[in-house]
């Protein structure tokens, strides 16, 4: 198991951490297209997480062509 979580272009993903009651919650992603984003907060986490899928979604796309 790789001993850091945070995505990279090598090893693409998404990491969330959800906050605690004294910080907000943060996110990430990266793409091996070399496409990434962070965001920081309740909404901008959430809008995270959706760009991420439809990120994803465009790739399985551009891949049944």
Request: hydrophobic letters at 15%.
């Given at each position: 198991m790789?001993?850091?979580l945070h995505p990279t272009t090598d090893a693409p993903g998404l990491h969330v951490n959800?906050?605690?009651r004294y910080t907000a919650p943060t996110g990430e992603y990266a793409?091996?297209?070399?496409?990434?984003d962070s965001a920081k907060g309740d909404t901008a986490v959430t809008a995270l997480v959706q760009a991420?899928?439809?990120?994803?979604a465009s790739h399985a796309?551009?891949?049944r062509r």
């Open positions: 790789a001993k850091d959800g906050g605690s793409c091996r297209c070399g496409a990434s991420y899928g439809e990120h994803k796309k551009e891949a």
